[in-house]
Structures are given as C-alpha cells and as structure tokens.
C-alpha cells in the first residue's frame, strides 16, 4: 500500500509544526483577535470607527531566504516578510491590523518552519498587528530539497478623512528620510551576484549575518508621528529604490531633488559598490540608508526630525520637492 509519506509528505511533521507555530502567533494577539490558528479562517474585529477603509498589502522576501538557508537562520526573514507588508500600508496612513503567513518547502521540517514563523511573530510584535492564520504547503518534487518559499498579506485600517495619498504636497514641502536597518529585502539577486563568500569577515562579521539584518519596521514611529503632525505624503523604499519608490507618493507631477550628502550611507552599500555594481543602479535598487521617506510642510520639517530622534530613529531632512515630471534628481 502506497502512503502520502511515501511520495514526500511527513503529515505527522506538519502536524508537530503547527503545534510550534501556535505559540508564537499567540503572542502576537491583540484586541480585536476573535479565534486563534486551526479554524478554517482568522476573525478579526474592527472595532470602532466612523468611516474605516481597509488597506491591504502582500510580499514576500526574495531570494534573500537563500542566504539565511546558507547560514542556517531561519528566525529573522519572517521579519521582513511583515516589514515588507506593513511598511507599504503604513504609507496611506493604515495601522496594520492583522497577517497572514505562506510557507512552502520541498519537505517540512518542523523546527525549521516555526524558526521562520517566529520571525513572522517577531515582525508582527514590532508592527503591533496579530498573525491571526496562515498556510504551511509541503510539494516535494516541485521545490528543491532544503528550500523554503516564504511569502504573505496583512490588512490594515484608517478613516477615510485620514487617508494620506499626496494630494496636498505642494513645491517647497521637504522630504524627511528615516534611516534603514541595512540591505533590507530588495535586490538579493545582485547581492549574490557580486558577493561570492557569505563567511567573509566584512567589519568583523561574517558579511552573510550583516546581509540578513531584518527589515526595519517603521510602523510605531509614523504612527506616533500622524498624531501629532500633518504628513502629506509617505514612501517605503522597497525594490526600486529612489527612483521607483519615491515618485509613488506625488499624485501631481513633482520632481524629488534629494542631497546624496545628507544621510548617511551604511557601508554595506559601498562594499557593494567596491564589488562592482555602479552608483545609479545602487540608487535604482537598494534604499542606500533611507527605507522610509516622509513628505512634510517646510515648518515642519525640523520638529518631525527631532521626534523621530527622541523615539531612536535616525532621521535627516534629505530633500525638496519641486514643480516637474514625476522623478528623482540626485545632487
């Protein structure tokens, strides 16, 4: 007789890593949670708003999980696979409610698995959201041994009035940059393209340990901002980099001039650099220091920059806008 484990698929193994999973999601339950992982669906309360819109973002996090798989760290990707999503529906002003994981492999090992899960509970703790579900898909023959795919969605809300999509930027606002916590989860194919050895020592760590730095989560700060100043306009460098990223948030034609000299540029860049890889193509794929970019009225800009400081972020004015085709001009 023929059994499911007999064409690759461990049920008693994926039984065991729900059981692990579970713990972790449970900690990331907040107000509004109605049931916890096993049902057929997580159900969430909204709770009181006058006219709620729901923002909605998916991600996943790259070719950046081959490097955690080589260095065998398995609990910070789950991380950026939240960062990448709340960050994004950060940018319209939504507090991220809720996420939903999706995990696929060749052949499921438990303790692996709920590694990567923590960092999904992880992520969630930071964004002040819950995991409320998710999906676990072993397919043996259709990924290769040892691999991983790792992907997923949240939800998040914000009154209507409130929604922010740069409809009142206007030429001389100020760009505020709020520094990242490295590569991020972008452009890992050039990363291992041009980066051959991830034990390097790079500053006294292996230079693969350095690359898997999670994604910043900018959720509680830009929130905490919102309450007390008017932000016109908000962008989340993801793939892309500033040319991609920073024009999404002008809904008029307006040109970005940002100061290349005005924050500091982590140098994990400039090793990327060093390898090889040109200055505009690092503009055009990495956030080079800034992962998330505020749009501010001038008087503004200095007080939105000293309460970013007082919460512990680095934040520099980096920028102007000016009248002009949707672009980046780099000084």
Not at 186 to 194: F, M, T
Request: with cysteine.
């Amino acid at each position: 007789m023929v059994t499911y484990k007999d064409s690759g698929v461990n049920i008693e193994e994926g039984y065991k890593s729900v059981k692990l999973m579970k713990e972790y999601s449970s900690k990331t339950f907040t107000q509004g949670v109605l049931n916890g992982l096993g049902s057929f669906a997580g159900m969430f309360e909204l709770g009181k708003y006058k006219n709620p819109v729901l923002v909605s973002g998916t991600d996943g996090v790259g070719t950046k999980l081959k490097i955690a798989f080589q260095m065998k760290t398995y609990d910070t990707v789950g991380i950026d696979c939240v960062a990448m999503c709340v960050n994004d529906v950060l940018c319209h002003g939504a507090k991220p409610l809720f996420f939903l994981d999706y995990l696929a492999c060749s052949n499921l090992e438990a303790e692996v698995a709920a590694d990567l899960v923590k960092g999904v509970s992880d992520g969630c703790i930071q964004a002040g959201c819950a995991l409320i579900g998710g999906e676990t898909a072993e397919m043996p023959g259709f990924y290769s041994k040892g691999d991983y795919d790792m992907a997923g969605f949240t939800v998040g809300v914000v009154e209507k009035d409130n929604i922010i999509n740069g409809s009142t930027v206007e030429e001389g606002d100020v760009l505020v940059g709020i520094a990242s916590s490295g590569v991020h989860s972008n452009g890992y194919s050039l990363v291992r393209k041009v980066v051959k050895d991830f034990d390097e020592d790079f500053l006294g760590t292996p230079i693969g340990k350095v690359l898997l730095t999670p994604t910043k989560i900018y959720v509680k700060p830009v929130l905490k901002l919102l309450d007390k100043f008017k932000i016109k306009a908000m962008a989340h460098i993801t793939g892309g980099g500033f040319f991609e990223n920073i024009p999404r948030m002008f809904k008029d034609d307006f040109t970005a001039v940002i100061d290349k000299k005005s924050f500091e540029v982590p140098p994990i860049f400039n090793h990327l650099m060093e390898l090889g890889v040109e200055e505009k193509q690092m503009y055009n794929t990495y956030n080079m220091g800034i992962g998330f970019v505020l749009c501010v009225d001038n008087k503004d800009a200095k007080n939105v920059v000293e309460e970013l400081n007082k919460m512990g972020e680095k934040a520099y004015i980096i920028g102007s806008v000016k009248k002009g085709e949707k672009s980046v001009c780099l000084k």
